[in-house]
T-cell receptor, first 115, second 115 residues
């Protein structure tokens, strides 16, 4: 069964703390994505990666960074957490290979609360 | 830029049909998708339609695509309480004639099914 695993389902952090959100996929997918989900706003793309050590900014990258040292792992980093980063974070992966429909496979999500 | 719009809420009675609507802006999108998110979970692909199709049927689900109006709809026949969830419309994002691998999501429609 194909899987995207996010390491933490729930986190509570204090303002100014550094936060790491880890995501691992077992499908040998080239593409990996981090979205945040907020009520009424849907999913907004933070960062994405098409390959190892490669990253590109999405629509809302401010306050975030990412790391992709291995193909299966894509980490989201909040250098100094702020209350407006309280949200649900969703990791996803996909394959750009021919014959695929571009479907994104999602993890279960990490709900982050910043106090 | 690209944008996907959906209404935020729909309430139906069990056994009725549900119709969730979506408008999008990128006329060169290759695929359009419907994802379902159950409470506390990530998103799962429900169905998708290739841009050269007008309709796709899959058991209780019917997807209609009107490319001229950039309008996508999802009809769920004989709606059940287990269909209660958030439904996201998404379009594949292109750059020129190439698929970028990124998806643009709508705000999500919360479907409430009353017994």
């Amino acid at each position: 069964d194909v899987k995207v695993t996010q390491s933490s389902r729930y986190l509570v952090k204090r303002t100014g703390e550094k936060v790491f959100l880890e995501c691992v996929q077992d499908m040998d997918h080239e593409n990996m994505f981090w979205y945040r989900q907020d009520p009424g706003l849907g999913l907004r793309l933070i960062y994405f990666s098409y390959d190892v050590k490669m990253k590109e900014k999405g629509d809302i990258p401010e306050g975030y960074s990412v790391s992709r040292e291995k193909k299966e792992r894509f980490s989201l980093i909040l250098e100094s957490a702020s209350t407006n980063q309280t949200s649900m974070y969703l990791c996803a992966s996909s394959s750009p290979r021919a014959g695929k429909n571009g479907e994104l496979f999602f993890g279960e999500g990490s709900r982050l609360t910043v106090l | 830029g690209e944008d996907v719009e959906q209404s935020l809420f729909l309430s139906v009675r069990e056994g009725d049909s549900s119709v969730i609507n979506c408008t999008y802006t990128d006329s060169s999108s290759t695929y359009l998708y419907w994802y379902k998110q159950e409470p506390g979970a990530g998103l799962q692909l429900l169905t998708y339609i290739f841009s050269n199709m007008d309709m796709k049927q899959d058991q209780r689900l019917t997807v209609l695509l009107n490319k001229k109006d950039k309008h996508l709809s999802l009809r769920i026949a004989d709606t059940q309480t287990g269909d209660s969830a958030i439904y996201f419309c998404a379009e594949s994002m292109t750059a020129g004639s190439s698929n970028t691998g990124k998806l643009i999501f709508g705000q999500g429609t919360t479907l409430q099914v009353k017994p």
